[in-house]
């Protein structure tokens, strides 16, 4: 009778383990097949931020494969088309938005509290997103990272590439508030190396070529932060800063090649990779966007640009590294 008990027993025993191990089976093919649907709303076209994106899709891409489809919009330059791209990946139910630049997060953000956002090329997210007591993460649905350079290194910078000015410019758009926080921080640092500093800005590209002849006209040397609208008017800077003589250091090495000449620069590829390796933990190993930390560029290089260099007659250091005029 024992031995007829035991037999039961077992028999129960491996029905019961067979009947789990199908239905695990059957839940990992069904997670395996699952896909994730990504939208990207990039705020202008110019070198960075098209880094930046591609770093992003390569890092899911090589995690997810074809299990990861992506809907990617550019605004053209205009604020108030990342607020209807991010509306429309909101009424697609978008699994996830990425944000590249300022006012690409601040649109997904007015859009969505419930789609996780990974926001790249932000220079300094507790501007971005007016907060308050920035303790490293955001506290609700926003993670990414940061395009934000040493800026007391890049400050060096200019007193080294040119020794002999008194009076540096700092040139960027007024409407994008990083552009202003990185002039407003670096200021004190070039007041410091005993540099008189002046602000010129324009708001949009239109003012562009007449604010930077004022500022070609009163200063030695000229500082860009990261600025996307610079950015995608490096080629008309360049027209008025060149003949004229006047170098401009740059916040970023796409800026530093269309019209710089130098930079402290970072990755943007590196910094949107690291962006769609966040974007897989909060798909896939359920990481909340709220308690991520930004996350920084590790990896700094100083670099130049040898043609301007030598028009403008400047000695770059033996520690610079050439940038390709490709």
Same mark, same amino acid.
């Given at each position: 009778?024992?031995?007829?008990?035991?037999?039961?027993?077992?028999?129960?025993?491996?029905?019961?383990?067979?009947?789990?191990?199908?239905?695990?089976?059957?839940?990992?093919?069904?997670?395996?097949?699952?896909?994730?649907?990504?939208?990207?709303?990039?705020?202008?076209?110019?070198?960075?931020?098209?880094?930046?994106?591609?770093?992003?899709?390569?890092?899911?891409?090589?995690?997810?494969?074809?299990?990861?489809?992506?809907?990617?919009?550019?605004?053209?330059?205009?604020?108030?088309?990342?607020?209807?791209?991010?509306?429309?990946?909101?009424?697609?139910?978008?699994?996830?938005?990425?944000?590249?630049?300022?006012?690409?997060?601040?649109?997904?953000?007015? +859009?969505?509290? #419930?789609?996780?956002?990974? %926001?790249?090329? !932000? =220079?300094?997210?507790?501007?971005? *997103?007016?907060? $308050?007591?920035?303790?490293?993460?955001?506290?609700?649905?926003?993670?990414?990272?940061?395009?934000?350079?040493?800026?007391?290194?890049?400050?060096?910078?200019?007193?080294?590439?040119?020794?002999?000015?008194?009076?540096?410019?700092?040139?960027?758009?007024? +409407?994008?508030? #990083?552009?202003?926080?990185? %002039?407003?921080? !670096? =200021?004190?640092?070039?007041?410091? *190396?005993?540099? $008189?500093?002046?602000?010129?800005?324009?708001?949009?590209?239109?003012?562009?070529?007449?604010?930077?002849?004022?500022?070609?006209?009163?200063?030695?040397?000229?500082?860009?932060?990261?600025?996307?609208?610079?950015?995608?008017?490096?080629?008309?800077?360049?027209?008025?800063?060149?003949?004229?003589?006047?170098?401009?250091?740059?916040?970023?090495?796409?800026?530093?090649?269309?019209?710089?000449?130098?930079?402290?620069?970072?990755?943007?590829?590196?910094?949107?990779?690291?962006?769609?390796?966040?974007?897989?933990?909060?798909?896939?190993?359920?990481?909340?966007?709220?308690?991520?930390?930004?996350?920084?560029?590790?990896?700094?290089?100083?670099?130049?640009?040898?043609?301007?260099?030598?028009?403008?007659?400047?000695?770059?250091?033996?520690?610079?590294?050439?940038?390709?005029?490709?």
């Amino acid at each position: 009778m024992n031995k007829m008990i035991k037999k039961l027993v077992c028999l129960a025993l491996c029905v019961v383990l067979g009947a789990f191990c199908l239905t695990s089976c059957g839940e990992d093919k069904k997670e395996s097949g699952k896909t994730y649907k990504v939208g990207i709303c990039q705020l202008v076209q110019h070198e960075a931020l098209d880094a930046a994106t591609k770093g992003f899709k390569d890092a899911l891409t090589k995690k997810l494969g074809d299990k990861v489809t992506f809907d990617e919009q550019n605004a053209s330059g205009e604020p108030t088309n990342c607020t209807t791209i991010c509306s429309k990946f909101v009424s697609d139910n978008d699994d996830l938005i990425m944000a590249n630049a300022t006012p690409a997060l601040t649109a997904a953000a007015q +859009s969505t509290e #419930n789609i996780p956002i990974i %926001a790249t090329s !932000i =220079t300094d997210y507790a501007t971005a *997103l007016d907060i $308050k007591n920035w303790k490293g993460s955001t506290g609700f649905n926003v993670t990414g990272t940061s395009d934000l350079p040493p800026l007391d290194k890049q400050a060096e910078m200019v007193k080294e590439i040119c020794p002999d000015a008194k009076t540096v410019g700092i040139l960027y758009c007024s +409407s994008e508030a #990083n552009s202003k926080y990185q %002039a407003d921080t !670096i =200021t004190p640092t070039f007041e410091k *190396l005993g540099l $008189k500093v002046k602000n010129f800005t324009f708001v949009d590209a239109k003012d562009v070529t007449d604010v930077t002849a004022q500022a070609a006209s009163e200063c030695d040397v000229i500082y860009a932060p990261t600025d996307n609208t610079v950015a995608s008017n490096g080629e008309a800077i360049n027209n008025v800063l060149e003949p004229k003589k006047v170098p401009l250091i740059a916040g970023e090495e796409g800026i530093c090649k269309a019209c710089g000449i130098a930079t402290l620069s970072i990755s943007y590829y590196d910094i949107g990779y690291k962006a769609g390796e966040m974007a897989y933990d909060i798909l896939v190993n359920g990481k909340d966007a709220a308690t991520m930390d930004i996350q920084y560029a590790k990896d700094l290089t100083k670099k130049y640009f040898a043609d301007r260099a030598t028009k403008l007659g400047l000695k770059i250091p033996s520690d610079y590294e050439a940038i390709s005029a490709k």
